[in-house]
Nanobody, 128 residues
């Protein structure tokens, strides 16, 4: 059974940093062609944050986090990371890790339907 377990969330002051981790189990990590992070704030829809291909040569970011967040993956540890710097109050949300398995065709990395598995989420709170 595939499991994605996020960690690293917490409370941080505006301008601070956090690093989120997502540990994957139940499937060979290299079978995940794309790993992504999404977030959902209260009363808002879940939105794309960042994604990374298995090769790690391609990364993608939402405009709102570009230049502040960095996504990376360590295939030897079956883990994907999201380094978040210069956090703003509007970054506060539950952050979800997602995985898309290998498939042919287009990877809709910024779309919820583009992913096959989801974690339970980790809360990020940013105080002003």
């Amino acid at each position: 059974q595939v499991q994605l377990i996020e960690s690293g969330g917490g409370l941080v002051q505006a301008g601070g940093s956090l690093r989120l981790s997502c540990a994957a189990s139940g499937r060979t990590f290299s079978n995940y062609a794309m790993m992504g992070w999404f977030r959902q704030a209260p009363g808002k829809e879940r939105e794309f944050v960042a994604a990374i291909r298995w090769s790690a040569y391609s990364t993608y970011y939402a405009d709102s986090v570009k230049g502040r967040f960095t996504i990376s993956r360590d295939n030897s540890k079956n883990t994907v990371y999201l380094q978040m710097n210069s956090l703003k109050p509007e970054d506060a949300a539950v952050y979800y890790c997602a995985a898309a398995i290998n498939r042919s065709g287009t990877y809709y990395y910024s779309k919820i339907f583009g992913y096959d598995y989801w974690g339970q989420g980790t809360q990020v709170t940013v105080s002003s």
